[in-house]
């Protein structure tokens, strides 16, 4: 019977990889010698582990089950922004302003897109520059984008999915800054800060901590100057835009009334609908991080809803205690804040990590969107700093705290034995690495956001006229209106 069991795997192997094989033409088969059947097995056992087939001496090439993966995270991750993050912010504004968090994100989506496709996924992700900043110009305008794998980053996914996933990160990244700046900015501003800020801040930080030669790649780089960690982009996405979204709504100013009248959200129920769709679309995010079905991608999986959940009971009990009454908006916030928090550590923590994650995130960021901005009287209309750029920072450097090996074996191998990461994690000293990376990494988001928004202003009007704002910027920006009743 093992024996029968044994043939029978070893024939579905067979199958599968000749299943998966690229059509050859004639020429190519006679030129080509034929692998042996011990090479073919090792190559479909790479394939089916997501390891390197470099030794089976057999080219990777996409496979469908990991493929078909990274198309419903991509989607999953589109689906974050359009309609998630587009009903959670449009919900939080008044009724007057919702249709501008609307023709946001939609603007964002294709602005970023052409920038992409241009040059924006080669900046982050080629090479040919040779440097720890920015990426290379061998994928300008997508050439030499197939459906090959870039086996720099993935043995087994086409590159043009690899390049679409990335996408939507890039996406929602500029999106999520808007929130504090909500209902007073001008939609071109926000057309030409989304431009500027994504050549100044995006795509160099995105390259120095996920290209394979990046200055914080700890992964994928032996040479990395500090060999940090971002599974899914606590720091790329989350502190980034959120740093970045605090600076611009301090020069911005506040709200027209802020402080003086009440400036409720219009729709919880759009708010929670958005938020439910976030939580969905989060699992494209950190599970679709590992780039393959693997136990990483899974582990990712668990992870990500334990967080969530913790964040989501966290939050309102935060809100019981201090004031009375748990409101539904604090389940929406403290889920989408341990969701944050989990982004950067998702693909390296167990599930204990992920419930110490969820409850940090149900109580710092509550007090950064309550106590903090009372005191410091900025005006983050929709709490991007609170959640994003808080949540993203703590969540960065505890991942450095629960990062283990036992959920991650890529945390062990020659590169981060090369670059220090290995020995930082035996000495469980990863979080001062972390700390170093998020450091040096603010200071630079910092500066680019000063001097972005401060060219923005200087070439445009920034800010909506008084009586536009009043007015409303659906209305004054767009012609239309959210709502209409009639009859």
Not at 119 to 134: A, D, E, I, T
Request: aromatic share 12%.
């Amino acid at each position: 019977m093992y024996f029968l069991i044994n043939r029978s795997l070893t024939i579905l192997r067979f199958f599968l990889l000749a299943t998966c094989a690229l059509p050859l033409t004639p020429l190519q088969a006679m030129a080509m010698p034929l692998p042996s059947l011990e090479q073919r097995l090792s190559y479909v056992e790479a394939m089916l582990h997501n390891d390197d087939p470099t030794s089976t001496g057999i080219a990777p090439i996409a496979s469908p089950w990991h493929t078909g993966w990274m198309m419903v995270a991509a989607v999953l991750v589109f689906f974050m922004v359009l309609p998630g993050l587009a009903l959670f912010y449009g919900g939080l504004v008044r009724q007057k302003n919702v249709l501008s968090i609307l023709a946001m994100c939609f603007g964002i989506a294709g602005v970023v897109t052409i920038l992409w496709w241009a040059c924006g996924y080669s900046l982050v992700f080629g090479h040919n520059f040779n440097s720890p900043f920015l990426g290379g110009s061998e994928y300008f305008f997508l050439q030499g984008v197939t459906s090959l794998p870039n086996t720099s980053y993935a043995y087994w996914i086409a590159q043009n999915i690899f390049c679409i996933y990335e996408l939507a990160f890039a996406i929602i990244t500029p999106a999520l800054i808007f929130g504090a700046s909500a209902e007073r900015m001008k939609f071109l501003a926000i057309l030409l800060y989304t431009l500027l800020w994504m050549f100044s801040v995006y795509f160099p930080l995105a390259h120095m901590i996920w290209g394979n030669n990046g200055l914080f790649n700890g992964l994928l780089n032996p040479d990395a100057w500090m060999p940090a960690l971002d599974f899914a982009g606590g720091t790329v996405v989350h502190m980034s835009s959120g740093i970045s979204s605090l600076v611009l709504c301090i020069i911005l100013g506040k709200r027209l009334g802020y402080g003086k009248e009440p400036m409720m959200p219009h729709s919880l129920v759009l708010t929670v609908v958005g938020a439910g769709i976030l939580w969905i679309g989060w699992y494209g995010f950190n599970a679709g991080s590992a780039l393959a079905v693997d136990s990483v991608a899974m582990n990712a999986f668990m992870t990500t809803t334990l967080a969530a959940g913790t964040g989501c009971l966290t939050w309102p009990t935060m809100e019981f205690l201090f004031r009375g009454k748990p409101s539904v908006l604090g389940f929406c916030s403290g889920a989408v804040a341990g969701l944050v928090v989990v982004t950067p550590a998702a693909g390296f923590i167990d599930s204990t990590g992920a419930v110490s994650l969820g409850c940090v995130a149900g109580i710092i960021p509550y007090f950064a969107c309550t106590t903090f901005k009372k005191i410091f009287r900025y005006d983050d209309a929709l709490d991007s700093f609170g959640i994003h750029g808080v949540g993203g920072t703590i969540g960065a450097l505890l991942t450095g705290l629960f990062a283990t090996p036992a959920v991650n074996a890529h945390l062990i191998s020659p590169i981060t034995m090369h670059n220090g990461l290995e020995q930082a994690l035996r000495n469980k000293t990863i979080w001062l690495i972390q700390a170093k990376a998020l450091g040096i990494s603010l200071c630079y988001v910092v500066i680019a956001s000063l001097i972005v928004t401060h060219l923005v202003q200087f070439l445009m009007t920034l800010r909506a006229e008084q009586e536009d704002e009043s007015q409303g910027l659906d209305i004054s920006e767009h012609g239309e209106e959210g709502y209409t009743m009639s009859g």
